[in-house]
């Protein structure tokens, strides 16, 4: 009987520490045969332990050009989407203009769209526009299909804003540039920074819709399909190992300064 009363008034912590570690189950995978050394070309069986890959991981020809290259366009969709993102947020909460309603209805169809369906549509806009398929495109589609998502995360920071401390801004001679930078900005920032890490995140991952416009050019998550057809390295799982913990480094960073910024507060 005590255990089942221990149970029942922790089965919702039980359930929430099971479900993150089948969430965190591939990224132990990925650590872990990051430190293998297979001897085949697949690395899919543990074979011995090795830090070999850890000591070159740009030791297979053209991992680094393609994760850079997608370093570069994620950043630069973030920007584009963020900013677009952001304006388009604002106008759709502040300002009552013809068409807000269809906008509104617009904004989730790239959300709500199958990848594949977007993909097919941007290939046809550009070849019948005459583009040529590399670099340009896939950064054009990747702010495309991120600014939904900027758009909802600050939407729905800025329909949470009180307009009463702009108006009291105001009223202490402020002027607008400057409500805006020392008001509003600070208080749409975190929906700002939600936006732009989703953006992020999105586009970096990206396969499907990179994959139809792309060409010849190569990002990461293409270089990674295309090294399973014929083996996987092993420095692919030290990318992933290692993007992994930056981003949980992030996370925990962002989780200090917020609980050193209530305790300022308090």
């Known amino acids: 009987m005590a255990f089942v009363t221990w149970f029942k008034r922790n089965v919702v912590v039980i359930a929430g520490l099971l479900t993150l570690a089948y969430l965190l189950l591939p990224n132990v995978v990925v650590t872990v045969f990051s430190f293998n050394r297979p001897k085949g070309r697949f690395n899919y069986q543990w074979q011995e332990f090795s830090t070999d890959a850890w000591r070159a991981p740009c030791g297979v020809s053209g991992l680094c050009e393609s994760l850079g290259l997608s370093l570069q366009i994620a950043f630069w969709a973030t920007l584009g989407a963020t900013l677009l993102g ?3 947020a604002f106008a759709l909460v502040r300002y009552r ?3 807000r309603g269809a906008v509104n209805s617009l904004i989730f169809l790239p959300m709500a769209m199958p990848e594949v369906v977007m ?5 046809t806009l550009f070849l019948n526009m005459g ?6 495109t896939v950064l054009i589609a990747h702010i495309m ?4 998502f900027v758009v909802v995360a600050v939407k729905a920071r800025v329909m949470s804003m009180d307009p009463r401390l702009e108006q009291a801004a105001q009223d202490l001679y402020a002027g607008p540039v400057q409500t805006f930078l020392r008001v509003t900005l600070p208080i749409a920032a975190p929906g700002i920074a939600a936006g732009a890490l989703l953006a992020f995140a999105l586009s970096f991952d990206d396969f499907i819709i990179t994959n139809f416009n792309a060409g010849s050019t190569v990002t990461f998550p293409m270089f990674v399909w ?3 057809q014929r083996g996987t390295p092993v420095q692919i799982n030290v990318v992933g190992t290692a993007m992994f913990v930056v981003a949980v480094l992030l996370v925990l960073v ?3 300064v917020g609980n050193r910024r209530k305790r300022q507060k308090a």
């Open 145 to 148: 299909f991120c600014l939904s």
């Open 97 to 99: 203009f013809r068409a």
């Open 86 to 88: 952001t304006m388009i």
């Open 131 to 136: 583009a040529e398929l590399g670099f340009w």
């Open 119 to 123: 993909a097919a549509s941007l290939l």
């Open 226 to 228: 295309g090294s399973a």
């Open 254 to 256: 962002s989780m200090a």
